[in-house]
């Protein structure tokens, strides 16, 4: 119907009635936008239409020729070259006209085609420099004449400003529409407040200086008592913030978290945290800036924030006594904040030497006096207070553990508040307060190397874990960012992540989330009933987060002294425990030998056995080869082999067959493990597989299984490639791998 209908709507654009031209331009309107083809039909009426002497044929002519743009890339360049100066022309006209009482509104002649008028040269002389350039002079007149007291007023600049801004770059004109914003937000409207925080969060792309200047008017508008704009307005702030900034914006932000309304702190404390963590210039402002939002809104601090806080505290040894002093301070002012108690009783427990002794004092500190039982007593109320929860309780319980150590004098007071914790309904601290209590009563002779200070904490490695960045399954031999095959880096972003969801296995991977990090900074169950299960020490950075390790234990170790710090028990074991703590007998050692000598042997780049350990004959059991996936196009096959004397560790060969046409280029191969596996993968043989399986590529992984012999290998792997310079995707999960890996 409607290519039927074009020529003959067509021909009513140049009807010599200005209403049948009017209604016509509208139908045309809906024409092109039902078939866009027919735009370029139209555009010499179009065109004819904006020069018009009748306002409402004028802007419906103008609409035109703006949706046309739109549909068209042809009508754009043919009225770009055609139509500019006659609409510069027109606007000017109608910028300068005298008053004309049928077109007056506020005493501004035609705001509806004003902003008409504006949009079309917002999308004419985007990404145009020669129709900016025309287009300079008419915006800058509209903006310094047109008065903003009136709503139609407003109208008109706020369509100027956005043409500016999206126009190509004139940096005087962005100046002029950054200064009408500005004022916009000291207007009484919070509409047009609201319109002008929000066009100033993409001016700030484009002028971050001109922004800055109105830094102080959008602060106070973060203060507003309209909950939209103050929302708004500190996303903007947060935009605002950089390093030269960051210390008297993030100042006047903690201010007013002291006198803000409970609805809004959640959001400007989750602002002000992440401002700090990111633009910090230095440890001790970070750690005086998250204590004083501990004080004021410590319960809307989300766990990894906190957590993150002790990791910082851990890298900063000069200020492990200013620390504790300020918490020790902060949490007698405010009591009610349960991560601000969290994050005290943490600190406590392990400097709590530090506090007493007014150790590591800076200049800007004045000396204050604390006693050993004043610092227990923090512990115990905080123990002892209805509302704290289980990860509070727990907190306090190691912090007490580490305190009858360090404080002698209380030892006994100690004690009696973990006695008291006998009786507790939650199983978790009930057992832990009957360990804890034999520790310190029959087992002095280990308890100051049980409760050693906590391993420094590295921040990369943590920093990497929350972001998502760094799986927990594939490690390396440094420490750092895991290297993918072919020589591509990880990347970081969400798909990876998904390929760690292992939830559907029959052995589920651990998550990197806060909690896991929560449970092993404590060594406790944290879940609402405590299954019992038979857990292996863990290894690198999960060691080094358990709060009571000692040392650096292999993946080897058996020693029961660790079973004590283990996250879960089973029920039997529970009695006695402690009983064991005997030192591992002289049997166990021999058992590592060929570990060792292994791990001597990769330092070495030897392949040949030591001499100290006897040659064997054969290379271990034989494993038959599996179709680890297979699609229609890519064929995956893993061949097996393991190292003799060392049953834990499975080397794989996988081999890539492309069974398409196609050749495959920029071919690479990623994998993620569960947490009680550790992953090794070496350069693949090539990146580019050739078609009609007419060569494969070949890959070593090698896989440690802490668990071997109770839980069987499981892999979640993702291949990337390109296929016909497209980029291909293919997923999938590999459970069939031989019994005995």
Known sequence: MARDLAPEVERLLQF?????????????????????????????????????????????????????????????????????????????????????????????????????????????????????????????????????????????????????????????????????????????????????????????????????????????????????????????????????????????????????????????????????????????????????????????????????????????????????????????????????????????????????????????????????????????TAIKRHSSDLTTQAMCLIALLKLSSRYSSCTKKINDIILHQKGSLVLELQQRAIEFNSIIEKHVNIRSTLVERMPVLDEATYSGRRAGSMTAAVSTSQGALPKMPNGVVKPTSAPFVDLLDLSSDDTPAPSSSGGDFLQDLLGVDLSPTSQGTNQTPKSGTDVLLDLLSIGTPTAQSTSPMLDILSSGQDNKRSEGLLDQLAPPSASSAPSSSPIASSSMMDLLDGFGPSPSVPVQENNGPTYPSVVAFESGSLKITFNFSKEPGNPQTTLVEAEFVNKSSDIYSNFVFQAAVPKFLQMYLDPASGNTLPANANGPITQKLRITNSQHGKKSLVMRIRVNYKANDKDVLEEGQITNFPRGL
């Not at 043409?163 to 009408?180: F, P, Q, Y």
Request: aromatic content about 6%; some cysteine; charged content about 25%.
């Open 16 to 380: 010599r009635d200005p209403n049948i031209r009017k209604k016509a331009a509208l139908c045309t309107i809906r024409i092109i936008k039902k078939v866009p083809d027919l735009a370029e039909n139209f555009l010499n009426p179009a065109a004819a239409l904006l020069k018009e002497k009748h306002h409402g044929v004028l802007l419906t002519g103008v609409q035109l020729c703006t949706d046309m743009c739109k549909v068209s890339s042809e009508a754009l360049e043919y009225f770009r070259k055609k139509c500019i100066d006659g609409l510069v022309k027109v606007l000017k006209g109608l910028a300068n006209s005298p008053y004309a009482p049928e077109y007056d509104i506020s005493g501004i002649t035609d705001p509806f085609l004003h902003i008409r008028l504006l949009k079309l040269l917002h999308v004419l002389g985007q990404g145009d420099a020669d129709a900016s350039d025309v287009m300079n002079d008419i915006l800058a007149q509209v903006a310094t004449k047109t008065e903003s007291n009136k709503n139609a007023g407003n109208a008109i600049l706020y369509e100027c400003v956005a043409t500016i801004m999206s126009i190509e770059d004139n940096g005087g004109l962005r100046v002029l529409a950054v200064n009408i914003l500005g004022r916009f937000l000291s207007s009484r409207d919070n509409n047009i407040r609201y319109v002008a925080l929000n066009m100033l969060m993409k001016a700030i792309a484009l002028d971050s200086q001109a922004v800055q200047r109105h830094r102080a008017t959008i602060l106070e508008c973060v203060k507003d008592s309209d909950a939209s704009i103050r929302k708004k307005a500190l996303e903007l702030v947060y935009l605002l913030i950089n390093e030269s900034n960051v210390k008297s914006l993030t100042k006047e932000l903690v201010d007013y978290l002291e006198v803000s309304d409970p609805e809004f702190q959640e959001d400007l404390t989750a602002k002000i945290c992440s401002i700090v963590e990111k633009f910090s210039p230095e440890k001790k402002w970070y750690i005086d800036q998250m204590v004083k939002v501990l004080t004021e809104a410590g319960n809307f601090v989300k766990d990894d924030v906190w957590h993150a806080l002790i990791v910082v505290i851990t890298n900063a040894p000069n200020l492990h006594g200013y620390t504790s002093r300020a918490l020790y301070k902060a949490v007698q002012i405010s009591s009610e904040q349960e991560t601000l108690v969290r994050v005290a009783v943490w600190c406590i427990g392990e400097y709590g030497e530090m506090l007493v002794s007014n150790a590591g004092m800076l200049d800007v500190e004045d000396p204050i006096t604390v006693t050993e039982a004043d610092a227990v007593d923090v512990v115990e």
